[in-house]
């Protein structure tokens, strides 16, 4: 099994940034590509970007400019840095991880998920 567990959440203006990470450890030698989604109250899970081993990485066109994603295989964690938020990326922010080499954009071709972390961009 494999588990993920994100970090970096919290209360931010808008227009300010925040960092989250996701670490993941057990059964990680067999991980390829990883992900961040963010689900907001009422709506459903969305893409924000993914990013293959190699590092190759794909955006929402929502987040393109503002969010970074990156990855270190040293240490089994994924980053994603956010920029110049705005009250609607407000959401609780999940990390997925699955076991085939190229990235997808869509939740149920994950195989593992983390539990959130919350982000909030008040106004």
């Known amino acids: 099994q494999v588990q993920l567990v994100e970090s970096g959440g919290g209360l931010v203006q808008a227009g300010g940034s925040l960092r989250l990470s996701c670490a993941a450890s057990g059964r990680t030698s067999g991980l390829y590509a990883m992900g961040w989604f963010r689900q907001a109250p009422e709506k459903e899970r969305e893409f924000l970007a993914a990013i293959n081993y190699s590092g190759r990485n794909t955006y929402a066109d929502s987040v393109k400019g503002r969010f970074t994603i990156s990855r270190d295989n040293a240490k089994n964690t994924i980053h994603l840095q956010m920029n110049s938020l705005k009250p609607e990326d407000t959401g609780v922010y999940y990390c997925?991880?699955?076991?085939?080499?190229?990235?997808?954009?869509?939740?149920?071709?994950?195989?593992?998920w983390g539990q959130g972390t919350q982000v909030t961009v008040s106004s």
């Open positions: 997925a991880a699955r076991s085939v080499a190229y990235y997808s954009i869509d939740a149920p071709d994950y195989d593992y």
